[in-house]
């Protein structure tokens, strides 16, 4: 076993370590308290290859493979989680595309997504979250094509987005295999997006309610066959779980470098905190933790760049790395004391960001769910 990273992956690592030190940790605390998002970051993101990293280069993207993309999001969430949210959004609706996607389905909207767009991705309603299958959006079959009606919830780059992939069921007393996914183009008739919801952390991402009022739809406005939805639903997931286990890497880092530079420097009874057993073993906790999410969220990635199938490490990897950031946040501001609480020092804005890690993309006791699932099929070591 090789841990080595290669020329390539170094380079585009490096190149994201910079960019997230010089462009992202310097104004991250204003985006967050304007609850701004980043267009700037974006374009300087784009233009360095470091945004829209799963879309081919041929629609003007990073072409990255699952693995190269957890590396940028490491880093780029160890200057940010909101903001590398905001710049990575595009990464979960160009992998839906890429699996469900007709030649023409592609062309138009990667070729958005590449250009400079934005998309986003909707299955979350307010009485559907964890239970995908609960989804009471519907798609009618009407004159040749169909008529959907639903409202979403906490849609991330809603307000920014040109299009959105929403799920819907044709029958909807249907349970999963109801689920059919859809394209839908924001300047169709009886599409509303809400005001930006508030939020605790990640502020300069925003999320909205998205509203579908009998919006007509072509059928080739479909995403896959019918029924398909919840599969590519979940396809999806093993895809962009990795991504989130490595924003919370990042962010666990964050914690570490911050505790390690205050607990030299902050000195009680004559000596450095650091010095202090109780401080420094903190602090060996959080590098013990966020390496082993590292190798966790590493090994998800790889099988996936491998094409293997990749749920159960996924879910090791979300699961652990989301916890080790919430874990390692909280414990930055004990190091800090009261200048942790303070808006002034970066580790609250750390400990608010975290929260979110363990609820999108699936809670982390979802992810435990389907690692009991997946473990009581006998799959645990291959
Ligand atoms: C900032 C933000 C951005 C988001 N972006 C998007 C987006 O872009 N697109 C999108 O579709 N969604 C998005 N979401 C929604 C997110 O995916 C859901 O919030 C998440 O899946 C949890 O669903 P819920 O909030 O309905 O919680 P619920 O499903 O109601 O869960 C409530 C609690 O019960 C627990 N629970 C539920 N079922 C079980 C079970 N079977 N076993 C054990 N515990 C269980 C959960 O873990 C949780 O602790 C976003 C959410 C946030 C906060």
Redesign the pocket.
């Known amino acids: 076993m090789d841990f080595r990273l290669t020329d390539e992956q170094r380079l585009v690592r490096d190149l994201a370590r910079e960019f997230a030190r010089r462009e992202i940790a310097p104004v991250a605390a204003e985006y967050d308290r304007q609850a701004e998002f980043p267009y700037p970051i974006y374009a300087k993101a784009r233009e360095l290859g470091l945004a829209n990293l799963a879309v081919p280069a041929r629609y003007g993207g990073g072409d990255l493979d699952p693995f190269s993309i957890c590396l940028v999001a490491e880093e780029l969430a160890w200057g940010c989680t909101g903001i590398a949210a905001a710049i990575t959004?595009n990464n979960l609706v160009a992998d839906a595309i890429l699996l469900a996607g007709t030649a023409g389905q592609q062309d138009k909207y990667l070729g958005i997504l590449g250009s400079g767009g934005f998309g986003?991705?909707?299955?979350?309603e307010s009485g559907?979250?964890?239970?995908v299958a609960a989804i009471q959006s519907v798609a009618y079959p009407h004159a040749g094509g169909y008529l959907l009606q639903g409202t979403?919830i906490?849609?991330?780059?809603a307000a920014e987005a040109g299009f959105f992939i929403v799920f819907a069921k044709l029958d909807p007393a249907a349970g999963h295999k109801g689920i059919t996914a859809f394209i839908v183009d924001r300047d169709c008739a009886g599409v509303t997006v809400s005001k930006k919801l508030s939020?605790m952390g990640?502020r300069a991402s925003d999320?909205c309610e998205v509203v579908f009022d009998n919006v007509y739809l072509l059928a080739e406005n479909r995403l896959g066959d019918e029924g398909q939805g919840f599969r590519l639903a979940m396809q999806v997931f093993d895809g962009s779980r990795p991504m989130v286990a490595a924003f919370a890497v990042g962010l666990a880092q964050r914690a570490l470098d911050e505790s390690v530079a205050y607990a030299r420097e902050r000195r009680t009874f004559g000596q450095a905190i650091l010095d202090f057993q109780a401080i420094g073993f903190k602090i060996a906790e959080m590098g013990m933790r966020s390496q082993a999410a590292r190798l966790l969220t590493w090994d998800a990635a790889w099988r996936a760049t491998q094409r293997e199938r990749n749920t159960l490490q996924a879910a090791y990897a979300k699961a652990f790395a989301a916890d080790t950031a919430m874990w390692a946040a909280t414990e930055a501001v004990q190091v800090f004391g009261a200048y942790g609480y303070s808006t002034e020092y970066p580790v609250e804005k750390l400990m608010r960001d975290a929260k979110?890690l363990q609820?999108?993309?699936?809670?982390?006791?979802?992810q435990r769910?389907i690692m009991v699932r997946e473990l009581s099929k006998g799959i645990s070591l291959s």
């Open positions: 959004l986003a991705y909707c299955v979350t559907a979250g964890s239970d979403k906490w849609i991330s780059n939020k990640q999320a979110v609820i999108y993309e699936g809670t982390s006791e979802i769910t």
